[in-house]
């Protein structure tokens, strides 16, 4: 999968969890961070914080957007 496409995805996953989650997805999602370290998923621990990290900008972003 190219850079562009993983962008994508990573954009697409976070709408979803702020879709179905509102604010509570970020800290789900640096939950479901948390909890792939503590395996030692690398990989799953890097996708979730990536996913996390775009729904918090998308959340400032609103937040600017919104006063």
């Known amino acids: 999968m190219s850079d562009d496409a993983d962008g994508e995805a990573v954009e697409r996953v976070a709408r979803q969890f702020i879709e179905r989650n509102g604010a509570d997805a970020l800290q789900m999602l640096r939950e479901l961070a948390a909890a792939a370290e ?18 918090e900008r998308m959340l400032q972003s609103r937040v600017v957007r919104n006063p």
């Open 38 to 55: 503590d395996i030692h998923d690398a990989i799953s621990a890097k996708a979730w914080r990536d996913i996390a990290d775009a729904v």
